[in-house]
């Protein structure tokens, strides 16, 4: 058995395998340099070309960029009418910014526990946490699996509130025929550094409606009437006024020339995703004390393939899940979290007093799982040093057990 880089070894690979490298090409080098090159940098020609091909897409009414997936969501929650002492229904099982924005705007985020298999938010228990106060639901489509759509909209609809899709994993998802994006009155996609696409940073909201548009189209840049490219660009210069105080949101046309180029890689590079999301299937399987993510697509339901999530059962794997993420760094191979449960946190506790026991499901979620790189930057190579690393670390802490698939493969590593 090969000694543990943790423990002295020699690590499976000399160089550090970076979790959520991003695919960047030639053209988005190519595009970034023209645009510096061009005179105008800020929001402009290119960022409204880019909000054009992403709503062609996502099949949306419309589409306004963002400088990050949370700004979009804040403008979401505003445009729905969700403000102070109103509560919005999400889940527990996210990144924090799904939450902060429901505090940005003065309400209360009111988590619901999530499907084990699916790690969305279960449907089954929205009803129950709905009150007279809420005013939106926020689902998740964790790790790129589309929610549960047609019982969201119902509950939704019968209701009369708003939802808003995050969608910060799940660019590419349909759900029943229909694009994610298409479905619901705002749905945020985001373009951090790590997602399925980037622009560094960046964020898109699509949005149904013509009127909420308008307005957050404003709000998104201080509640300017009109924006920065209509007030400098050829015709000359418009005066403008405030229409009421907003943010600073605005993608600028550096950013939107790598989004042009990564929106039209976007289809071939979840195609290599999906192939290492089968090759580690394939590695882990037999594994004991791994669970494989589930995933679910059919000829009209598409999972995004944003995050490749094992979790690590410790009785049986040998170790747990913070003993395997330090060992697979020794080893070279970067990995991460998704997620500590929000409700978790110190803010949420001592605002809400939330904690340990509230949504189980999403604690156990929380407590075992790991995500493994998936990124189509990858090479073969990479893929199988994560698939080496993770046997090899299974070797040392599996030590009582002799039969198992990890061992062929060192035998057949050996030989
Ligand atoms: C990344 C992420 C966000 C925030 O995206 P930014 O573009 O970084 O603001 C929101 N929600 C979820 C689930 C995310 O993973």
């Avoid at 209701?159 to 808003?164: C, D, E, L, N, R």
Wanted: glycine fraction near 8%.
């Amino acid at each position: 058995m090969r000694t543990l880089a943790l423990e002295g070894g020699r690590p499976v690979r000399p160089d550090f395998l970076v979790f959520g490298r991003p695919l960047i090409g030639e053209e988005e080098i190519d595009e970034v340099v023209d645009t510096l090159r061009s005179g105008w940098i800020g929001y402009g020609p290119k960022s409204i070309r880019f909000e054009e091909d992403f709503a062609a897409y996502t099949r949306a009414n419309h589409a306004l960029s963002m400088n990050s997936a949370t700004a979009a969501l804040h403008l979401a929650l505003i445009g729905a009418g969700v403000g102070r002492g109103d509560e919005v229904i999400t889940t527990p099982l996210t990144f924090t910014a799904t939450a902060n924005v429901i505090a940005h705007v003065g309400a209360r985020p009111v988590f619901v526990d999530v499907d084990e298999r699916t790690q969305n938010i279960d449907v089954s228990r929205i009803e129950a946490a709905i009150t007279p106060r809420t005013r939106a639901i926020m689902p998740v489509h964790m790790c790129g699996w589309p929610c549960d759509m047609n019982a969201i909209r119902e509950i939704a609809a019968r209701h009369g509130i708003p939802v808003v899709e995050d969608a910060a994993h799940a660019t590419e998802a349909w759900y029943e025929g229909e694009k994610i994006g298409s479905m619901s009155e705002f749905t945020a996609f985001s373009f951090y550094a790590t997602k399925n696409m980037t622009t560094a940073e960046g964020g898109m909201l699509t949005v149904r409606d013509q009127k909420a548009h308008d307005r957050i189209k404003a709000l998104r840049l201080h509640g300017l009437d009109k924006d920065a490219w209509k007030r400098y660009s050829p015709g000359g210069f418009l005066p403008y006024e405030t229409i009421e105080p907003g943010y600073k949101y605005n993608m600028n046309d550096i950013q939107a020339s790598m989004g042009l180029h990564q929106l039209a890689r976007l289809e071939a590079n979840l195609r290599v995703r999906q192939d290492i999301w089968q090759q580690y299937d394939e590695a882990f399987a037999g594994m004991d004390g791994l669970v494989t993510p589930a995933v679910h697509d059919s000829t009209s339901t598409r999972h995004a393939r944003h995050l490749y999530t094992l979790r690590v059962m410790p009785e049986q794997f040998g170790c747990d899940r913070m003993q395997l993420i330090n060992a697979l760094g020794a080893e070279n191979i970067g990995s991460g979290i998704h997620f500590i449960p929000v409700h978790l946190h110190r803010w949420h506790r001592d605002t809400y007093g939330t904690g340990r026991g509230d949504f189980p499901v999403a604690e156990a979620i929380g407590d075992t799982t790991v995500s493994l790189p998936l990124s189509a930057a990858m090479t073969v190579e990479d893929t199988q040093d994560v698939v080496a690393a993770v046997r090899k670390i299974a070797a040392r802490y599996q030590t009582s057990n002799a039969v198992h698939g990890w061992q062929d493969a060192d035998h057949r590593e050996a030989a």
